[in-house]
């Protein structure tokens, strides 16, 4: 039976942007960043949610967001129940032990003057509970550093020592070192060379299917969430597009948006390799979206009832969602 281990719930995270006493006391010059903008969704307990969508979309500041790295304007994020949003301290940092990330950029989150050993054993200290010995700790770094195919060695070197790919396995290994239940990964692959992906996209799956971790994918590679997630969203500038079960996503796509971003993947095989689906124009600012569908300035199909109403997310069948006027039958 699947649980719901994430419930996301009419989400919004702005960013409020202005300079001078005016815009600080009555608002005059103040621009608001629609980073977030009503998102609704739900994460399985076990599974793989791939979150995709151009640079710019939202999918990384609602992740961050799921984290409290970054603050909602409103809605509800459920982690087993409990809204993350509205937690004490305490209630945070009980939560932070059961969900950790692992970040885009590897070598910039973690500090050139401490060991790798020092770096995974960082959060193994904080954890509540007895006070562990020096030895108790370093084992179990050893074993995290065995668990990502590294010599366990290598706990007594900096991060400067080692390659991009060799950077991501010990993030990974930060990130379960307390056991999490859920890992958001942020573009966790990018910038290395097809082989050293591989290699971590198939060390991902095997801790998957070893410590039953959930995983919230955060990329702009549709191969990768194709290959990796179960289910996935589709993110047009703050907002959800297109949901649903990754197989029918990629088999049945619905919306004009994620037909284009499917079109521009590259397959293997010529015969497989659809019309590349050319998209007019630049991605509105966030700052002042277009009225009706945010995408409708974009749009190959783009007709009057776009401009003037906003489409609802509706579900085509099978849990397979979308927001187009094109399938909503008024």
């Avoid at 419930?7 to 202005?18: D, E």
């Avoid at 032990?97 to 500090?111: E, L, T, V």
């Avoid at 370093?138 to 995290?144: D, R, T």
């Avoid at 400067?160 to 990130?175: K, T, Y």
Wanted: charged fraction near 20%; hydrophobic fraction near 40%; charge should be negative.
């Amino acid at each position: 039976m699947e649980v719901d281990l994430i419930q996301i719930r009419n989400l919004k995270t702005y960013f409020f942007q202005g300079k001078g006493l005016l815009s600080k006391l009555f608002g005059q010059g103040l621009k608001i960043v629609h980073a977030v903008d009503g998102v609704s969704l739900t994460i399985k307990k076990g599974r793989t949610f791939g979150l995709v969508g151009e640079s710019g979309c939202g999918k990384s500041t609602l992740g961050n967001t799921i984290f409290r790295l970054v603050e909602s304007l409103e809605g509800e994020v459920l982690f087993q129940g409990h809204d993350v949003v509205k937690m004490n301290q305490k209630e945070l940092r009980e939560f932070r032990q059961k969900a950790q990330i692992i970040f885009q950029d590897q070598f910039g989150c973690m500090n050139p003057r401490m060991t790798v050993g020092q770096i995974i054993a960082e959060p193994l200290m904080m954890r509540q509970g007895e006070p562990e010995s020096q030895k108790s700790i370093e084992q179990e770094v050893a074993e995290l550093l065995n668990a990502v195919n590294l010599d366990p060695d290598a706990a007594v070197k900096f991060p400067n020592e080692f390659s991009g790919g060799q950077a991501r396995r010990i993030g990974v290994a930060r990130a379960i070192a307390l056991n999490p239940m859920f890992i958001m990964a942020d573009e966790p692959t990018s910038g290395l060379d097809i082989s050293t992906a591989a290699t971590i996209l198939n060390l991902m799956q095997d801790l998957q299917d070893k410590l039953d971790i959930t995983y919230l994918w955060v990329s702009h590679n549709l191969n990768q969430v194709k290959y990796m997630s179960d289910d996935m969203a589709v993110m047009y500038l703050g907002k959800v597009v297109e949901m649903g079960r990754t197989s029918e996503v990629f088999d049945q796509m619905a919306h004009p948006y994620t037909k284009a971003l499917i079109s521009a993947v590259p397959q293997v095989s010529s015969q497989e390799q659809k019309q590349t689906i050319f998209l007019k124009g630049e991605i509105p600012s966030p700052i002042n979206p277009p009225s009706g569908c945010y995408f409708r300035t974009r749009c190959p199909q783009v007709f009057k009832r776009c401009e003037e109403e906003e489409p609802p997310l509706l579900d085509l069948g099978g849990g397979h969602l979308c927001a187009c006027h094109l399938y909503d039958g008024n």
